[in-house]
């Protein structure tokens, strides 16, 4: 049973999508969980034939617990299912533990791992169902503050947006076990709390240093003495790094971005040179100048020579690897195929401009396509569909996913039930989540489920494009933008407002001659916009 939340220690199977026997893939969708704070799709990380489901639709489980076995065909698992090898395991493990425990107590005191009273550890939470690490984009707290219960602990950045942490607890920060910018596993150390003053110096070496306390000071010992003599060299060093290479936190580099700020400029003040939040905020461009005119070393080894190469590595986020591994996926996996459409735009335009005249109505085209895409989804239910290899699922309900641009990458909002929604209710709900994704408030459930996915890069002046389709998706549209020139209408040139559609489909789902009725549809739809208000 997986832990698909912050605060979840137990989960509730609503539904099994697969049944024992069947064959399973790497992300196909196992069963849908009831947590704490929603009901997500559990995705498999694994491929070959489930043998076994341990918790039945209904049950309740706690975390951790058998869920289900995925194996070779035929494979016996009797041992597994029934623990009988797992206890011996434990057993000699239990053993082993114990006399460890012992010699250590004998040769150094010190390791005891107990936990004074009152101190509570905190280790990297799952914050998304397919979150396997994460990155602290920045700490709201530090070392020595006091916190209370309900108190926004720090920033972190799973694979799918930035997400507020909060604190459960209350107490003093006594330690931080992942600093900003810094990427750590799911479950490892991230921060103690409790009583000010505790010493949780044994908690630390035992719980979250990665090698003996002893070994971790003299390297810190020996970086501070490495620096103070990189300091003294005159050769221009950035960062602590000879290579140009910029070390900064996230937040940091983003602050830079918005504020138009070279970070080649700014003095870290983090661990090794790092630069962190602080630095950008409190930097000024005359402390540049002063650093110039009181460095010992010439003025001209400040300067980059005119033609040198350079490159700069940023680190990839987690949103950004989602995005790889999953379009990657999609572009490798499915058969893609594409059909274009031109649409007349003249009535949806009139169209437009009358409702958006009844006062606190506000429609965009982009409205109007995604209204169009949810009417002709019900007309062609085969469009409306997704891809396992031993079945093609028809979704009887219709989730219409909007392709917004952020910061870090791409999101997908999802307007549940779209073929019910009037135009202006689907434009306020458009408008809603777009502003989340952008604000990175959205949340996980609010992603989830789409059926069919339209991505909108008219706005930048984009006449015509391919997407890669959204798996599980078998369909993706791209819209153009609306383009003023002469066509032919009842025999004559006239001056008109055309836009271009490029629907992408799996061929493993959708045949061609099924996209192009889709596509007639849904043109029939976008040119007499009066038929979507019936």
Known sequence: MPR???????????????????????????????????????????????????????????????????????????????????????????????EETSSEEVSSPSSATTIPEGVQVITMPRLSDT??????????????????????????????????????????????????GETAPVDSLLTIIGPAGTDVSAIVANGGASAPAESTTSEKKETKANTKVEETETTVVINNTSDGRIFASPLAKKIATDKGINLADVKGSGENGRIIKKDVVNYTPSSKVEEMINTAAPVASSFVAVGEENSEETKNSQMRKAIAKSLGNSKFTAPHFYLNVEVDMDN????????????????????MVVKACAMALKKHPQVNTSWTEANTITHKHIHVGVAVAVADGLLVPVIKHTDQLSLTQIGATVRDLAGKARDKKIKVDEMQGSTFTVSNLGMFGIESFTSIINQPNS??????????????????????????????CDHRTVDGAVGAQFLQTLKTFIENPVTMLA
């Open 348 to 367: 949806a335009m009139a169209s437009r401009k009358t409702i958006n005249g009844i006062p606190d109505v506000k429609v965009s085209f982009n409205d």
């Open 475 to 504: 369909a993706i549209l791209s819209v153009g933008a609306i383009v003023e020139k002469p066509v032919v209408k009842n025999g004559q040139i006239v001056v008109g407002n055309t836009m271009k559609l490029t629907l992408a």
């Open 131 to 180: 979150m396997t690490d994460g990155t602290v984009a920045t700490w709201l707290k530090k070392v020595g503050d006091r916190v209370e219960e309900g108190d926004m602990l720090a920033e972190i950045e799973t694979d799918k947006a930035t997400m507020e942490f909060e604190c459960f607890y209350e107490g003093t920060i006594l330690y931080i076990g992942v600093q900003e």
């Open 4 to 98: 698909l939340s912050d605060t979840m220690e137990e989960g509730v199977v609503a539904k099994w999508l697969k049944n024992v026997g069947d064959k399973i893939e790497e992300g196909d969708i196992l069963a849908e969980i009831e947590t704490d704070k929603a009901t997500m799709e559990f995705e498999s990380f694994y491929e070959g034939t489930l043998l076994h489901i341990g918790i039945q639709e209904g049950e309740t489980s706690p975390v951790d617990v058998l869920l289900a076995v995925i194996g070779e065909e035929g494979e016996d698992i009797s041992e597994i299912i029934n623990g009988s090898s797992e206890p011996t395991q434990k057993e000699e493990t239990s053993e082993e533990v114990k």
